[in-house]
C-alpha cells in the first residue's frame, strides 16, 4: 500500500466535499452536533485550497482524507478556559483543521499516518507546536489526537460563541 500526503488542488474539492460530507454523517450518527450546521462549506475547503493549506491523504492513487494545516494563529485559541497553552504563549504554531477520512478507509489507522506526517510538514516549515480541537463529545477523534501524542490543554469557543465549546489539544515538537 502506497501511503502519502500531498496538497490539494481546484480539481480536489469534489472529492474533498465527498469526503466531508461522509465527516458530518459520521457525526450525525453519534449524535455529535460538530458539522451539522452546513460548516465547513465548498467555500471553506476552497479557501483552504486557495492558501495552500490544504493537505490530502492519498491511499494508493485515491485520496482518502483531508484536512487543512493552517500557519496563522487561530482566533479561537487566543483564549483558552481551564487550562493554558503549554510553553511560549506568543510562540508560533500550526493548527490542524476540518481533518475527516473517507468512511471506505475507516478501521485502517491511517489517522495516525495523516497526524504524523502532518507533524512532519509543521516541523519542516519550522513550527514548534502544533494545536487541535474537536467537540467534547467526540470521543473517536479525541482518542486519535491523544494516540498522535498531544496533550489535553483546556476549552476553546468557536467564533467566541458560548454554545460552541471545544476541548483544545497541543503537542510540542
Same mark, same amino acid.
Given at each position: 500500500?502506497?501511503?502519502?500526503?500531498?496538497? *490539494?488542488?481546484?480539481?480536489?474539492?469534489?472529492?474533498?466535499?465527498?469526503? %466531508?460530507? #461522509? &465527516?458530518?454523517? @459520521?457525526?450525525? $450518527? =453519534?449524535?455529535?452536533?460538530?458539522?451539522?450546521?452546513?460548516?465547513?462549506l465548498?467555500?471553506?475547503?476552497?479557501?483552504?485550497?486557495?492558501a495552500?493549506?490544504?493537505?490530502?491523504?492519498?491511499?494508493n492513487?485515491?485520496?482518502?482524507?483531508?484536512? *487543512?494545516?493552517?500557519?496563522?494563529?487561530?482566533?479561537?485559541?487566543q483564549? %483558552?478556559? #481551564? &487550562?493554558?497553552? @503549554?510553553?511560549? $504563549? =506568543?510562540?508560533?504554531?500550526?493548527?490542524?483543521?476540518?481533518?475527516?477520512?473517507?468512511?471506505g478507509?475507516?478501521g485502517?489507522?491511517?489517522?495516525?499516518?495523516?497526524?504524523?506526517?502532518?507533524?512532519?510538514?509543521?516541523?519542516?516549515?519550522?513550527?514548534?507546536?502544533i494545536?487541535?480541537?474537536?467537540?467534547?463529545?467526540?470521543?473517536?477523534?479525541q482518542?486519535?489526537?491523544?494516540?498522535?501524542g498531544?496533550?489535553?490543554?483546556?476549552?476553546?469557543?468557536?467564533?467566541n460563541?458560548?454554545?460552541?465549546?471545544?476541548?483544545?489539544y497541543?503537542?510540542?515538537l
Open positions: 500500500m502506497t501511503n502519502y500526503v500531498r496538497q *490539494a488542488t481546484d480539481a480536489d474539492l469534489p472529492a474533498m466535499m465527498a469526503i %466531508i460530507e #461522509q &465527516g458530518r454523517q @459520521a457525526l450525525a $450518527a =453519534d449524535q455529535i452536533p460538530q458539522w451539522q450546521d452546513g460548516y465547513p465548498d467555500r471553506d475547503i476552497q479557501a483552504d485550497i486557495n495552500q493549506r490544504a493537505w490530502l491523504l492519498i491511499v492513487g485515491d485520496i482518502a482524507g483531508t484536512a *487543512a494545516l493552517l500557519t496563522t494563529p487561530d482566533p479561537n485559541y483564549k %483558552i478556559y #481551564q &487550562g493554558s497553552w @503549554a510553553g511560549d $504563549a =506568543d510562540a508560533t504554531y500550526t493548527s490542524i483543521h476540518r481533518i475527516a477520512i473517507a468512511s478507509y475507516h485502517q489507522h491511517l489517522a495516525d499516518f495523516y497526524f504524523s506526517n502532518l507533524m512532519t510538514l509543521s516541523y519542516a516549515a519550522g513550527f514548534r507546536q494545536r487541535v480541537d474537536t467537540h467534547a463529545l467526540n470521543q473517536r477523534m482518542h486519535i489526537i491523544t494516540k498522535a498531544f496533550n489535553y490543554r483546556g476549552i476553546v469557543y468557536m467564533a460563541d458560548a454554545t460552541d465549546q471545544r476541548n483544545a497541543q503537542v510540542m
